[in-house]
């Protein structure tokens, strides 16, 4: 499949994302880390290439809407929309401060770029559905992302959800499964078992693909067939491993951790190592494809003509200077949760 972005260039923005979302945590030195760092590939594919959006104008009218609805994992979410100009950098020091704008569960009231409150499971996709459904009535081409968590299919709202988005044929509607096979307390299939979850989906109706989490090309390719499928919603599966990249793939307890110096330093230099070699890969691309056509024919279309092919810059300089967090700041009341 063509498209105008290359897995390469796709692999810069995703190891990006996922080094600023550890000097986020870092900066905080707790967080959520296992289910963030599962969905920095998706992010990479949405942001780097699929979401319409514009950082100059958060509350555009007819931007794509994605709603996380595992919103702890807020932290990924933060990097990504720095990362593409919704806020500074800066900004990320202030994950799960007492009156900052980057709470540990996603808040649009506070956070510019981000599309929904989220956080109590389950509910993300009857928002996300009524979002598509609004678009449909508007007559407005904006479409709906929904970002849920495996574990976040136990709960019953989700099923309802399903139905409804089928029975309405919301094809505008593009939703993924983070299938990490983990939750906050144990390994899904011990806490509620989902059995088959594409299977589930596809016999409410849905348009059902399952990738591999981690290729981002594997996810722009599902993408581009959700978008050019017709008469009901889409689901992406994506397999993927909690934690991915780092210490804490895969382990017991990875869903909110309190993160050492030593750890810490550890995954952050192995990321920016990926990073260097993502970017060298790109670059050595970019040198063949200039190689191959000295003198394009046409001129490439200027970023500005559509925000979303503004590329997301990627620096590995620290997010922040470390801090102690303060007892105020101390994971409480459901930041573990
Ligand atoms: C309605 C509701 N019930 C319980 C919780 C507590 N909780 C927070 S995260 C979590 C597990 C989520 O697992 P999953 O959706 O698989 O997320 P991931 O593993 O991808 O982080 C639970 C039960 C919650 N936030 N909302």
Redesign the pocket.
């Known amino acids: 499949m063509e498209h105008r972005i290359s897995a390469k260039e796709l692999r810069v923005i995703a190891e990006g994302i996922r080094l600023v979302t550890l000097q986020t945590l870092e900066g905080f030195g707790a967080g ?1 880390i ?3 760092m ?2 920095v590939e998706t992010l990479a594919v949405l942001y780097g290439s699929e979401l319409r959006c514009d950082p100059a104008n958060p509350a555009w009218e007819d931007r794509d809407r994605l709603v996380l609805s ?4 807020g932290p990924a979410l933060y990097a990504t929309l720095s990362l593409k100009g919704f806020f500074p950098k800066e900004m990320l020091s202030e994950l799960n401060k007492g009156g900052g704008r980057l709470p540990s ?1 996603c808040d649009r009231n506070k956070t510019p770029g981000v599309d929904m409150t989220t ?5 993300g996709i009857s928002v996300a559905i009524g979002m598509a459904l609004g678009n449909r009535m508007n007559r407005s081409d904006s479409l709906t992302y929904l970002i ?8 019953g709202q989700v099923w309802e959800g399903a139905m409804f988005a089928a029975h309405h044929k919301l094809d505008n509607l593009i939703a993924f499964v ?1 299938y ?1 096979k ?4 144990g390994f ?1 299939k011990d806490v509620l078992d989902m059995g088959d979850i594409g299977a589930k989906f596809r016999s409410f109706g849905w348009f059902v693909q399952e990738v591999n989490g981690h290729d981002v090309a594997a996810i722009l390719n599902a993408v581009t067939a959700a978008k050019a499928n017709k008469g009901s919603p889409s689901m992406i599966i994506l397999d993927t491993v ?1 934690g991915y990249g780092t210490f804490a793939a895969g382990i017991e307890g990875n ?1 909110h951790m309190s993160l050492t110096k030593e750890q810490m330093a550890e995954c952050i230099k192995a990321a920016s190592e990926r990073l260097e070699e993502a970017r060298a890969a790109f670059a050595a691309e970019r040198a063949e494809q200039a190689a191959k056509n000295p003198a394009p024919k046409a001129p490439a279309p200027k970023p500005a003509d559509n925000p979303a092919l503004q590329p997301l810059e990627v620096t590995d300089d620290k997010a922040e200077e470390k801090e102690e967090p303060a007892p105020d700041d101390a994971p409480a009341e ?1 930041s573990d ?1």
Do not use: R, V
């Open positions: 959520h296992g289910g963030s599962s969905i595992k919103g702890h994992a569960h956080g109590s499971l389950g509910q849920m968590g495996d574990g976040e299919c136990n709960e983070d990490n983990q939750q906050l307390d899904t909690k869903h459901g949760a």
